[in-house]
């Protein structure tokens, strides 16, 4: 097997930012995703945006699960701190890591399958308990890495490559996360990204939980005709597990669209997408306004992208428990543990 393997040189005329990195520090190892999947567009996005923020790579943490999504921050933010958690425990690790260490920036990455299915429970106590974090799915609709399975987020009535139809209610992590209390809840396509940028900057600089829905088209699984989130794809000889699997490379979608506008995206297989991006116009803090809007669209078989709601004055974890504005893992002994007299306090104030 051979191994790409990204050269260390960097062109000297290569603008850096104000931190004085290039946009080539904030990269990560040569994908191996299929050629033209969804997911290396939101990572180069990530990347894009980091490097705007004038981010220190050191100060960031990325933390993932299991799935095609989740090995996408191996492709970016190679001096960063990185966890792999195993599937659907990518939230609780995250939550840990944070109490310990509240000074870092923290970007949870995941898919449909490893947070709408096996991780629901993980994702929703980090969701509602108000973790600092920027948490984004990359949402395709399937299990890319087990074959194409329908995933908790493919729509009713979806077909799957081999024919069969869908008959499961989907999960809508958005409308999950506005009911658990996210404070900063956005969706992105990973084709637009002049609009992905914006959405991934904000949720860095919210200080709460902040959620951004990405849907992600794959270009291997999920092109069939009756598919509401994919791109098309090609394979040789796919009866055959054991026989070598070609994925030929296809150009990524992407568009231009204007604020309030509906896109109708024609996708490699004829399907077609309707995304609707949010009008200057809409508000963003009404909660239940978001909520609303949302049911209205999807009535309408459109799939809403922006930022749908954002609570400036939120409050996180850290704010909720009253912890020290220091890191925990820098606290002494004598801090951590403050003696028999501070214990007898406590106790007395629960009498």
Not at 274 to 289: G, H, I, Q, T, V
């Amino acid at each position: 097997m051979t191994y790409i393997v990204k050269p260390t040189f960097k062109h000297p005329s290569l603008e850096a930012n104000a931190r004085g990195f290039t946009r080539r520090d904030y990269e990560g190892k040569v994908s191996t995703l299929c050629a033209g999947c969804g997911h290396d567009s939101i990572s180069a996005a990530i990347i894009q945006a980091v490097y705007e923020l004038d981010l220190e790579p050191h100060r960031i943490a990325k933390l993932s699960g299991i799935g095609c999504s989740s090995k996408t921050p191996d492709y970016f933010l190679g001096a960063s701190h990185g966890f792999n958690s195993v599937h659907g425990r990518m939230p609780s690790v995250l939550t840990g890591a944070n109490l310990a260490n509240r000074d870092l920036i923290y970007l949870g990455v995941s898919g449909d399958g490893d947070s709408a299915s096996i991780g629901l429970g993980q994702f929703a106590h980090s969701i509602r308990r108000g973790v600092n974090m920027v948490y984004i799915v990359e949402n395709n609709g399937v299990y890319g890495l087990t074959k194409g399975q329908f995933s908790a987020t493919s729509d009713q009535g979806s077909k799957s490559k081999r024919g069969v139809v869908n008959t499961d209610s989907p999960i809508d992590m958005i409308s999950l996360a506005l009911q658990l209390g996210a404070t900063y809840v956005a969706r992105g396509f990973s084709g637009d990204k002049a609009q992905l940028v914006p959405l991934i900057k904000g949720a860095i600089l919210h200080h709460g939980a902040a959620f951004i829905d990405c849907i992600s088209p794959c270009v291997a699984f999920n092109n069939h005709e009756g598919s509401t989130k994919s791109y098309d794809y090609v394979r040789a000889h796919n009866e055959a597990v054991n026989k070598l699997d070609v994925i030929l490379g296809r150009a990524p979608i992407a568009l231009e669209q204007a604020p309030g506008s509906l896109s109708i995206v024609t996708q490699h297989d004829g399907s077609v997408l309707r995304l609707r991006k949010l009008a200057a116009e809409y508000d963003p803090s009404d909660r239940l306004e978001a909520m609303n809007y949302l049911q209205a669209r999807q009535a309408e078989g459109e799939v809403v992208t922006g930022l749908l709601f954002v609570d400036p004055e939120a409050r996180d974890l850290h704010d909720h428990l009253n912890t020290v504005e220091a890191p925990l893992n820098a606290l002494t002994d004598a801090e951590l543990v403050p003696g028999a007299s501070a214990l007898d306090k406590i106790n007395a104030g629960l009498r």
